[in-house]
């Protein structure tokens, strides 16, 4: 045991309540003024990795223990000098994120979030304690409450683990990280933002080895799959996938340059970041940090000769203008827009200042996307539907009476759910449509036009998932809104 573990204990749980014993080197041993439950005492063990014993001491005892360990570095510390102040304290940082305990509990939480099928893994400084929590089929989940006394050590693990600069505390960085689990490969964005209680960081997480990119996988409805596969054979146009962050937007223009990647034509991509590798295709990350931007990149790749061409979204008028040239001088363009419905891709696009003309005779489909929860085959049962729920979906109880649910079981940690389904709007601009745009019409005339066109709604689609009994009535209100 080094010296640094021995003070790391009166920080891993509680200043107050805990320490080790004077003995603990030779004989593992923590005293506690009030001992943990017994499923609290097997994660400590876990933690430190040892099989710890527990005393209940007086609370003045502790205290005299907790100084005692406290005094410990107090010489090291008090030592160091103003010059040497920030060099120490990157030291000790670096020192704590070294430490067995730390690297075991990151790495815990990293693992149990990933047997979660998480995407996303977020520490949250509080002031009494650190909450870990992942996202999971779009929702958050809790995973633990630390001691906020481990806050240091544990964003200093994840930073170092991410390259980033352990001792910048009070900028925003951006790193990435290389975890391997097992026989899978992962990528993990890291994003660090300092907060009042210290560091916030999210780690997405992308799974090489788990990327979906078969268009049939998806969940688009027969008759969209159909028009969406008619789109993206056209020579040339810009076809817009548009949703909120997380809608699966990514994966479905991954899984549409995979479907029509035949080796025949030259496709480059511009993304911000590269989330995933595709065999046969150029991908460009954006660095705008030396001028790399979207449309930076964009004007760059119009003269390497491609066929087809992905930009990872469109967020301002240069880069629109440059893709509507690219689609109108015979390329075929792929991006997204943060729109709700597919209608409002072109609205959007009308205030960045395109021109309509140039809108109506460049777009030739724009697709809006969510994902929704799928009910846990393993646990599911039929229920009764409520008034409330018949209500707020607008359907005759008496006709549709009855609605899967999962109960909960283990295979999906209690929730209900497991797994995710897409659920998609395709408009497809037709003569009618091109009409309404040029005339300066509003996204509810543009959708309304879609509509007498045959243009299914998200909610329509998301109506025809719960009566096959995939998704249940509060994933319906949660991810859409009413015709």
Same mark, same amino acid.
């Not at 430490?99 to 693992?111: G, Q, S």
């Not at 969406?228 to 040339?236: A, D, G, L, M, S």
């Not at 607008?394 to 209690?414: K, L, T, V, W, Y």
């Given at each position: 045991m080094n010296e640094l573990t021995l003070p790391l204990f009166t920080q891993l749980l509680s200043k107050k309540n805990i320490a080790p014993v004077e003995s603990f080197p030779d004989n593992p041993c923590l005293m506690f003024s009030a001992l943990p439950e017994i499923e609290d005492r097997a994660k400590i063990r876990f933690i430190l990795g040892s099989e710890i014993q527990f005393e209940k001491g007086s609370e003045d005892h502790v205290a005299r223990l907790v100084k005692h360990w406290r005094a410990k570095l107090a010489p090291e510390l008090d030592g160091a000098g103003a010059d040497g102040v920030e060099q120490l304290d990157n030291e000790y940082l670096q020192d704590l994120a070294s430490?067995? #305990?730390?690297?075991?509990?990151?790495?815990?939480?990293?693992?149990r979030s990933l047997d979660l099928n998480a995407s996303d893994i977020h520490f949250e400084p509080e002031e009494k304690y650190?909450?870990?929590?992942?996202?999971?089929?779009?929702?958050?989940? *809790?995973?633990?409450?630390?001691p906020s006394t481990v806050i240091a050590a544990v964003s200093s693990r994840v930073k170092l683990m991410a390259r980033l600069d352990i001792g910048e505390k009070r900028l925003p960085q951006d790193g990435r990280i290389q975890y391997q689990m097992g026989d899978r490969s992962l990528d993990m964005r890291v994003s660090t933002l300092? *907060?009042?209680?210290?560091?916030?960081?999210?780690?997405?997480?992308?799974?090489?080895?788990?990327?979906?990119?078969?268009?049939?996988?998806?969940?688009?409805p027969q008759g969209v799959l159909k028009s969406?596969?008619?789109?993206? @054979?056209? #020579?040339?146009g810009i076809v817009l996938v548009t949703g909120p962050t997380g809608s699966g937007k990514t994966t479905s223009l991954y899984a549409t340059l995979e479907k029509i990647n035949t080796g025949q034509q030259k496709t480059i991509?511009?993304?911000?970041?590269v989330e995933y590798q595709l065999e046969g295709i150029t991908q460009i990350h954006v660095n705008s940090k030396i001028g790399l931007s979207f449309a930076a990149g964009l004007r760059s790749i119009v003269r390497q000769d491609p066929d087809i061409i992905?930009?990872?979204e469109i967020r301002d008028r240069e880069t629109a203008e440059i893709a509507i040239e690219s689609a109108l001088t015979g390329h075929l363009v792929f991006s997204t827009l943060h729109t709700n419905d597919s209608a409002g891709a072109i609205t959007r696009l009308q205030d960045m200042g395109i021109d309509s003309y140039l809108i109506s005779s460049s777009i030739i489909s724009a697709m809006a996307q969510r994902l929704v929860r799928k009910i846990c085959v393993h646990c599911a049962d039929f229920e009764l539907i409520t008034d409330e729920e018949a209500d707020l979906l607008?359907?005759?109880? +008496? @006709?549709?009476?009855?609605?899967?649910?999962?109960?909960?079981?283990?295979?999906?940690?209690?929730?209900g759910y497991r797994g995710r389904l897409g659920l998609y709007?395709?408009?497809?601009?037709?003569?009618?449509?091109?009409?309404?745009?040029?005339? *300066?019409?509003?996204?509810?005339?543009?959708?309304?036009? *879609?509509?007498?066109?045959?243009?299914?709604?998200?909610?329509?689609?998301? +109506?025809?998932?719960?009566? @096959?009994?995939?998704?249940? #009535?509060?994933?319906?209100?949660?991810?859409?809104?009413?015709n």
């Open positions: 430490d067995a #305990p730390i690297i075991r509990m990151v790495n815990h939480l990293m693992e650190l909450k870990v929590r992942c996202r999971v089929d779009g929702v958050m989940v *809790g995973l633990e409450n630390l300092p *907060g009042v209680h210290g560091e916030s960081i999210v780690l997405r997480i992308l799974d090489r080895s788990d990327i979906q990119v078969d268009l049939e996988q998806l969940g688009m969406y596969n008619r789109v993206i @054979q056209q #020579p040339h991509t511009i993304e911000d970041p992905m930009v990872g607008e359907i005759d109880p +008496m @006709q549709f009476s009855e609605i899967r649910r999962g109960i909960g079981c283990e295979r999906c940690a209690n929730t709007e395709l408009l497809v601009i037709s003569d009618g449509i091109r009409h309404v745009i040029g005339a *300066g019409g509003d996204a509810s005339a543009i959708r309304n036009q *879609g509509v007498k066109e045959g243009l299914r709604t998200l909610r329509k689609d998301a +109506m025809e998932k719960l009566f @096959q009994g995939v998704t249940t #009535p509060e994933e319906i209100v949660r991810v859409t809104k009413a």
